[in-house]
């Protein structure tokens, strides 16, 4: 990494953001990136919302302190709770956050029927209601927050028996409907669309909001002059408040990374880290 190269600070509840840094390592792959996964705290998706924005002001401190001029919450839940109360509080940072795909997922459904998977979280938020109100006119929406989905992607599990009953209860009813669209309301679920395709139909239309996020990163790189022109594969580093293996071993199965991980801490709404990490 080249010294000055500005950082991303990518933030989420545990792995689901992987799908964005995926895509925006993809895309930008001389930008260098900090990932925080609180998994400490996970899932966020049955927090209350003043907890959620709790959690993502200290980490926004967190990753301002390690050097981060972009913040990407790649988070749905933690985008709708705190992305407007962030860019508030730190005016001098830049944010990109993920809003639910309803605007696609209207212009793409020819039965005009939708299904949304997200979290209960993000359901009950203004921000959903708002995206729904400007985006779902003359259109059906079937919501399902998958309780417990989120904890069985962290533990690996994303065809078992457990992570088959849940989108199996979630998609029966939407297919039945008639619904042909199913917008990705929660960083973790792309990551069981194989399964999703397997259980609904191939010709289910999935729509994953991470490509779409990466090239909004890019666009306000560009807007702020912090696009590195440069062509070397940058570094990405990965820090997780929670078990440093189990999230090592996340990196691997998901998105085929071995990289080493550092461990970190709350230390009241401060994070602190270790220093330490596994190789």
Known sequence: MTAGT??????????????????????????????????????YGSRQIEEVRAFARGITRYLLGQGAQLIVIACNTASVAALKILRDEFPQIPFVGMEPAVKP????????????????????TAMYASVVDRFAHGVTLMEDPCP???????KGNLAGK????????????????GVDTIVMGCTHYPFVIPLIHELAGSQLRIIDPAPAVARQVRRVLEANNLLNPGSDVAMVRFV?????AQFQQALHSLIGVEAPVEKAFWQGEEIKNTGGSAV
């Open 148 to 154: 417990g989905l989120v904890s069985q992607i962290e």
């Open 6 to 43: 500005p950082l991303i600070g990518v933030f989420d509840s545990g792995v689901g953001g992987l799908s964005v840094l995926r895509e925006i390592h993809a895309l930008l792959p001389a930008q260098p990136v900090l990932y925080f996964a609180d998994q400490g705290h996970v899932p």
């Open 240 to 244: 997780t408040s929670g078990d440093v």
């Open 162 to 177: 457990e992570t088959r009953a849940i989108l199996t209860r979630a998609l029966e009813p939407m297919v039945n409907a």
């Open 105 to 124: 997922a209207a212009e793409q459904s020819l039965s005009r029927k939708i299904g949304i998977l997200a979290t209960e979280a993000t359901f009950q």
